[in-house]
């Protein structure tokens, strides 16, 4: 038996079909066997001549000829088709891998140039606390800052570059663009003072 549609991709359909095709032959061979079973229970081998070389006569010598017959073309059958199940669930399985390895290709690729194209951050917000300034502007703990008015990773030293710009900024709103779960975000957020300390929170 050919490859199905000759030459177009294995599906689980045909692994299905070539299933039942051995299920269908195992039967037979079931059935056959109960035939045999029935003469006497004779097997494959037993023999079909009395001791004096006649055919015997308490069996159906015919019908068993022919379900042994029948048994070793379906066991030869059924030796096939197990071959091609096998071959068929093979290139399923390889052309699953195949898929696979494919989309995590691309999955990686996404992600990288994601990543090239996202600035490289100079600080990282651990806490933010509710009600301040960072917080009614919408800054989020884990938040990357990349952007922080003029501060970016060129010209960042340490943390007093940003309470400069804090300090200089009081009142009036600046851009800050952090870097989100992957993406780039951008949020305005004005210095001011508030009940907690500093000019943020």
Not at 1 to 25: C, F, H, N, Y
Not at 85 to 113: G, Y
Not at 159 to 180: C, D, F, K, M, Y
């Amino acid at each position: 038996m050919a490859e199905p549609g000759g030459g177009r991709p294995v599906t689980v359909s045909d692994v299905q079909q070539l299933v039942r095709r051995k299920d269908e032959i195992e039967a037979q061979i079931k059935a056959c066997y109960e035939l045999l079973d029935g003469q006497k229970g004779v097997g494959m081998h037993e023999p079909l001549v009395d001791a004096e070389g006649f055919p015997r006569s308490d069996i159906d010598v015919y019908q068993v000829r022919t379900a042994r017959h029948n048994i070793v073309c379906l066991q030869n059958d059924h030796k096939a088709l197990m071959k091609q199940v096998e071959e068929a669930l093979h290139k399923l399985h390889a052309r699953e891998k195949e898929k696979h390895a494919k989309d995590e290709a691309e999955a990686l690729a996404e992600a990288m140039s994601q990543n090239q194209s996202l600035p490289q951050a100079f600080a990282k917000v651990n806490s933010v606390t509710p009600g301040s300034p960072a917080s009614v502007s919408g800054l989020q703990v884990d938040d990357e800052i990349v952007e922080f008015g003029s501060v970016n990773v060129n010209n960042f030293q340490n943390l007093q570059n940003i309470a400069t710009v804090v300090q200089h900024s009081e009142g009036r709103p600046l851009s800050v663009t952090v870097i989100r779960g992957g993406r780039r975000v951008h949020v305005g957020l004005t210095p001011k003072r508030w009940a907690g300390k500093g000019l943020l929170g």
